[in-house]
């Protein structure tokens, strides 16, 4: 039975029917985002790459495949052909430039949560909207804050609380060495 808290258009990437990797969502039908680094981690990071999929609210495994890779900017869009597949699709996509500082904003993935004998679906990780950044003078990004994004996360739609729009594509979490933008959300 599927999770009724989680949205329809959220879901896992495996590695095989049981191991997720990432997660991804479905912005139009049949289209889906998920980072490009949760595809290079299964070694699918390639046109034309078949990957396994699952609603991350729980359902049948299924194929897409992989039509679009831009590595700098940490995106893969991949093409779903077969029904049924996502329950929904994703809000609508805003830009993510005229957000408001402090913004709630949300995260929604598969985590890969360290605790034996346990094992968790997903996970909800409030935070902020933190404006943006320029990585090695080519690569804009926006920002959150959030200490609860984890591993497996990646590949998520960043959603703006007031109205559900898609912000952008969670990449990865800042691990601070020395304390400094502890919680920083790319």
């Known amino acids: ?7 329809g258009f959220l879901g896992r990437v495996l590695a095989d029917h049981d191991d997720p990797v990432g997660t991804c969502f479905h912005v139009a039908p049949g289209v889906v985002v998920t980072a490009c680094h949760v595809l ?3 070694d699918a990071a390639q046109l034309d790459a078949q990957v396994l999929l699952d609603p991350l609210a ?9 039509a679009r890779l831009d590595p700098l900017h940490d995106l893969a869009v991949l093409v779903v052909a077969q029904e049924p ?6 809000g609508p996509l805003a830009a993510s430039d005229g957000v408001a500082l402090r913004e709630p904003v949300r995260v929604t993935g598969h985590p ?12 909800d990780a409030p935070g902020t909207w933190a404006g943006g950044s320029v990585r090695d003078g080519e690569v804009g ?6 200490d609860q994004v984890l591993k497996g996360m990646s590949g998520a739609p960043v959603l703006r609380e007031s109205d559900g729009a898609v912000l952008g594509v969670a990449s990865g979490r800042y691990n601070t060495p020395d304390g400094w933008l502890a919680g920083t959300v790319w």
């Open 112 to 123: 890969l949560v360290y605790e034996p004998g346990h094992a968790y679906r997903y996970l």
């Open 1 to 7: 039975m599927p999770d009724v808290r989680v949205p």
């Open 58 to 66: 729980g359902g049948a495994p299924f194929q897409a495949s992989v």
């Open 40 to 42: 290079a981690e299964i």
């Open 85 to 90: 597949g996502f329950a929904e699709v994703s």
């Open 141 to 146: 990004l926006g920002r959150l804050i959030s």
